[in-house]
């Protein structure tokens, strides 16, 4: 059994109220993930960082989208919500320091370019702190809509860290010039945090997941579970995209804190290396429609038959590439299939057959190739182990540069101990769009339409990742590859 745990990464989701008088200013799927806690500045505080998403019609009433948050007690209600919208007429004068109060929160995103940026100043009142956030994304659906990512908010809660609490939001949008009335309002959005935990495993054997739900407060606690797959292995829930695995499924937790409730069931073979999400949504208490979202990793679970110590490329000469492997177990291997990218497409170099007798072996064996390319841009490799079964797995990516090209961008720090990255691009005009893709071949971070010279990508986890450039006009590209060792 391999265990498999996550109870520190939470997502927590604002319920959006189901009630909506303009479509156009609809906002749905607000969802908050990847949180962690920086520490207490002062005592009865708590600061945490986290990456958001929401989605929003995409249309000209959304020039400026701005996002207040309060704790329960402090929502001032200024847009007189009921049911999700505010009761005001027309438009409405956008809210000052004054009419904010006690406000922890609060984002400003200039959407009338593109890409949007991240205001530096809250426009109706520049008085009003504006809260850090490390970058933004931007991606436009097929229905016309836009969904947001904003990542590394980094804000201070009036709490102490661990204290279950409920929050309020409020989401609102102008095509004024200055920002200063609010045409589009979603207000009153809820959230708990603090008041349940999950943890959980894969039983790789069994095909199984196992969890439990935990409250961390005294009264009892009701609620529903509904398990996804993370069908685009993004870690990202996407309720409109994960495929749902198990639906609505009623728990009452009795009994004092620490009290659970077990979850478990099958995991299709079919879904064996996709990551789980557990949904639950409480339905009693103080933070009652509110939901928490834990994300189980299933990608270890199938046993890999190839382990590999080492893959370097390094360009030997203008028109060669030196490649080395070194695999410290190996298990009904048949060989390796040498795999290079210098365009769009990945073609075949060479096979090479496994050094193991009978495909097996539990001693380090090396591989060498040397490969004849005299390609002048950015070449990538990398292989494809092939069982005797003919199933194949592949490893990550090496970037080689061509003999005496130019550094097209710097990434720093590399290695990075914090799960944070910045890459900065070459100094000139051009839009650019650019991939972060992790050892498996998997999107974790995407920037379209880039036209300024550096980006930063936040939280990630530990591991090995590629970083490609491409620009739009040219099709030019640049690849680095980043280490996360935190």
């Given at each position: ?84 919208q505010s009761t005001l007429n027309g438009s409405i004068a956008a809210p ?377 006009g040219t099709g030019a590209q640049s690849v680095e590859k980043i280490i996360?060792?935190?």
């Open positions: 059994m391999k265990l498999i745990l996550r109870s520190l990464t939470v997502i927590a989701i604002f319920l959006v109220p189901s009630r909506v008088i303009r479509a156009q200013c609809t906002v749905s799927n607000i969802i908050i993930q990847n949180t962690s806690l920086a520490g207490s500045p002062a005592p009865g505080t708590c600061t945490v960082t986290f990456d958001a998403s929401f989605t929003i019609e995409n249309n000209n009433g959304n020039k400026y989208i701005f996002i207040h948050a309060w704790l329960a007690s402090d929502y001032p209600n200024y847009f007189h919500c009921v049911d999700g000052d320091a004054g009419d904010l109060g006690n406000e922890f929160l609060t984002i400003g995103i200039n959407n009338d370019v593109l890409p949007p940026t991240l205001l530096t100043e809250y426009t109706p009142d520049p008085t009003v702190p504006i809260t850090t956030v490390s970058s933004i994304e931007r991606t436009v659906n097929p229905d016309g809509s836009a969904t947001f990512i904003l990542h590394g908010i980094t804000t201070t809660l009036p709490i102490s860290c661990g204290t279950p609490t409920v929050v309020i939001a409020d989401v609102w949008s102008s095509q004024s010039a200055a920002a200063q009335r609010a045409h589009c309002v979603n207000c009153g959005i809820r959230f708990g945090a603090g008041f349940l935990r999950v943890t959980g495993f894969v039983n790789c054997a069994a095909l199984q997941f196992n969890a439990s739900i935990t409250k961390n407060v005294p009264e009892t606690v009701s609620g529903v579970y509904r398990i996804y797959v993370d069908v685009n292995g993004d870690g990202y829930f996407s309720p409109g995209v994960d495929t749902l695995l198990r639906d609505a499924t009623s728990f009452n937790i009795t009994g004092g804190v620490g009290a659970s409730v077990g979850v478990s069931g099958p995991i299709p073979s079919a879904n064996l290396n996709q990551d789980l999400f557990i949904v639950v949504t409480q339905t009693s208490g103080a933070a009652s429609g509110a939901s928490t979202v834990t994300l189980l990793l299933s990608t270890q679970c199938a046993p890999l038959p190839v382990t590999f110590r080492t893959f370097t490329a390094d360009r030997y000469s203008r028109t060669s590439v030196a490649l080395k492997w070194e695999t410290a177990t190996e298990s009904n291997n048949s060989g390796f299939a040498l795999q290079r990218n210098i365009g769009k497409d990945w073609e075949l170099v060479t096979f090479i057959p496994t050094q193991a007798v009978g495909g097996n072996s539990s001693s380090v064996l090396t591989y060498n190739y040397m490969d004849r390319n005299e390609y002048a841009g950015m070449s990538l490799y990398r292989i494809k182990q092939v069982d005797f079964d003919n199933k194949s797995r592949l490893s990550e990516v090496r970037a080689v540069r061509g003999e005496g090209q130019e550094v097209k961008m710097t990434v720093y720090p590399n290695p990075s101990t914090d799960g944070t990255i910045n890459i900065v691009l070459e100094d000139r005009m051009g839009t650019r769009d650019l991939s972060l893709v992790d050892m498996n071949g998997r999107i974790v971070r995407q920037w379209l339409g880039v036209t300024t010279n550096a980006v930063q990508a936040v939280n990630l986890r530990p591991g090995i990742y590629t970083i490609r450039v491409m620009v739009r996360v060792s935190k």
